[in-house]
């Protein structure tokens, strides 16, 4: 009898199109089972004027990225959020991470519903940083109410959310992004396409089995055209709050390797500290709950300046 082991190792792993316009269309998509979906979806959508309208009032898109779950993504993504409102900019986060949304948790929104107004859904404001926000978590009727929906439905809430969010005049949208390089992904990157975002900030944790999995992210943005604008090596030691001392409880250079290996430039690594966990889990600014002279602070901030230059041109 063949093994099942060996038939399965015979099997050519095929990617679909890089390019959007030929879903379902390419040699590849002969004989696949969602073809008739995609060639479905690639249809020019009505309402692009609109999506283009809300979005050409924002200055900057910046996605947050990683192909890697539990790496703080979504933390990181608030703490920019948060660091480029304290420079005086008006920001918003948009949550498209579907099935698993924490960010109305972290900005302290987790109670607020979104309005549905004559001008479309307006974003719920956090108190600790004046940052609109939008995110399913707060479309559901409850916190722990699990959303159990496939491809296509989760596809079509996203671009209503784009589509139909009063967002105005933002110098900055960070797009929190679920894990992987799946249907969310190819959803906001098709939305986002035709308003040119800025690119996509990949986050790693320092361990090996993160950059192995991250890297699958990288080529995702070099695959489908996406500007990298940098990586950030998350939970890259672990700081004392007695003594402030920084020790690795991971292994170390995860996002230096990663850089190396690509060619894609380091922003900058933040270590991992306990009363950060405590800003999040309250909704609190961590700008706020951190001392000025944390070195989580510090990292980030750094981030932020190199960020702001990359897509400012200081």
Request: contains cysteine; aromatic residues 4%.
């Amino acid at each position: 009898m063949t093994s099942q082991a060996g038939d399965i190792e015979d099997i050519a792993v095929q990617e679909c199109p890089s390019n959007m316009d030929d879903a379902g269309k390419a040699e590849v998509c002969v004989g696949c089972p969602g073809r008739e979906l995609c060639l479905e979806g690639n249809k020019p959508d009505p309402d692009q004027k609109i999506i283009d309208t809300r979005l050409r009032a924002i200055k900057h898109k910046i996605l947050v990225l990683s192909g890697k779950g539990g790496v703080g993504k979504s933390s990181l993504a608030v703490m920019i959020a948060q660091l480029l409102a304290s420079n005086g900019k008006s920001v918003g986060v948009l949550d498209v991470d579907v099935c698993g949304p924490s960010i109305p948790l972290m900005m302290g929104v987790a109670d607020q519903p979104v309005l549905d107004s004559q001008w479309g859904w307006k974003p719920v404001v956090s108190p600790s940083s004046n940052i609109k926000t939008l995110s399913v978590g707060s479309l559901l009727a409850s916190g722990s109410q699990a959303v159990v929906w496939r491809g296509p439905r989760k596809t079509s809430l996203i671009r209503r959310m784009v589509k139909d969010t009063l967002w105005g005049r933002l110098d900055y949208l960070i797009v929190d992004t679920p894990p992987g390089t799946s249907d969310e992904h190819l959803s906001i990157v098709k939305l986002l396409a035709h308003t040119h975002p800025e690119g996509a900030i990949i986050v790693t944790s320092p361990q090996k089995l993160a950059t192995g999995v991250v890297s699958r992210e990288i080529r995702f943005c070099q695959k489908l055209g996406i500007p990298i604008l940098g990586l950030v090596e998350n939970m890259s030691g672990f700081r004392c709050p007695c003594c402030s001392e920084v020790s690795d409880v991971f292994s170390s250079g995860g996002g230096e390797y990663l850089s190396v290996k690509y060619g894609v430039p380091l922003l900058g690594t933040v270590p991992l500290e306990p009363q950060l966990t405590a800003a999040h889990e309250t909704g609190s600014n961590f700008l706020v709950q951190l001392p000025p002279h944390s070195p989580t602070v510090e990292r980030v901030r750094e981030i932020v300046v190199t960020l702001q230059a990359k897509v400012e041109g200081n």
